[in-house]
């Protein structure tokens, strides 16, 4: 949005956004539900109605965590895990890219050319998902050097194509 339509919309209040435009105006708005949150909490405690907590001398004392007592949901639920296919993440990012080409939106610095190599951008774009690291990822995947995957991320990986792929894929 234009600088000015932003001025103009503000001083309108047509903004339309979901918070306040102004962080003093935000910040009192979620004070006071947390004051609100907290009386609700101080309340439940004063007559002892705390679900799974408690307020003594000591301080609080919050119950751990159950395991789920309804076998029958633990069941349905291994079942319904055991009939999914399995697949490598490898194969879903292959299978995402043969749908909607988004890897050809990784266009090269320089030239703006798509990846020759689309595993190898998916396997950099996946370290960099995964936080891996390229090193790592290129010791795990035993498929591209480190130096290989540098080269990719280097020249295809960067803000403006992530948001084209993203894009892409909405």
Same mark, same amino acid.
């Given at each position: 949005?234009?600088p000015e339509a932003f001025v103009a919309r503000r001083q309108?209040?047509?903004?339309?956004?979901?918070?306040?435009?102004?962080?003093g105006d935000r910040r009192t708005e979620r004070t006071v539900?947390?004051?609100?949150?907290?009386?609700?909490?101080?309340? %439940? @405690?004063? /007559?002892?109605? #705390?679900?799974? &907590?408690?307020?003594?001398?000591?301080?609080?004392?919050? !119950?751990?965590? +159950?395991?789920?007592?309804?076998?029958?949901?633990?069941?349905?639920?291994?079942?319904?895990?055991?009939?999914?296919?399995?697949?490598?993440?490898?194969?879903?990012?292959?299978?995402?890219?043969?749908?909607?080409?988004?890897?050809?939106?990784?266009?090269?610095?320089?030239?703006?050319?798509?990846?020759?190599?689309?595993?190898?951008?998916?396997?950099?774009? %996946? @370290?960099? /998902?995964?936080? #891996?690291?390229? &090193?790592?990822?290129?010791?795990?995947?035993?498929?591209? !050097?480190?130096? +290989?995957?540098?080269?990719?991320?280097?020249?295809?990986?960067?803000?403006?194509?992530?948001?084209?792929?993203?894009?892409?894929?909405?």
């Amino acid at each position: 949005m234009p600088p000015e339509a932003f001025v103009a919309r503000r001083q309108e209040s047509e903004l339309g956004l979901a918070v306040p435009d102004c962080f003093g105006d935000r910040r009192t708005e979620r004070t006071v539900l947390l004051e609100a949150r907290l009386n609700e909490i101080d309340t %439940l @405690a004063s /007559a002892g109605k #705390l679900v799974e &907590a408690a307020i003594t001398a000591e301080g609080l004392s919050i !119950s751990p965590i +159950r395991k789920n007592e309804n076998e029958e949901v633990d069941d349905v639920a291994r079942r319904l895990y055991s009939m999914l296919p399995r697949l490598r993440i490898t194969e879903l990012l292959a299978e995402v890219n043969g749908w909607t080409r988004c890897a050809g939106r990784f266009g090269h610095l320089r030239t703006g050319a798509p990846p020759d190599e689309s595993i190898g951008l998916m396997t950099a774009l %996946l @370290a960099d /998902a995964t936080n #891996l690291g390229l &090193a790592r990822m290129a010791r795990s995947s035993k498929i591209f !050097s480190h130096s +290989r995957l540098l080269w990719i991320a280097e020249w295809h990986v960067r803000d403006e194509t992530y948001q084209a792929a993203l894009a892409c894929l909405t």
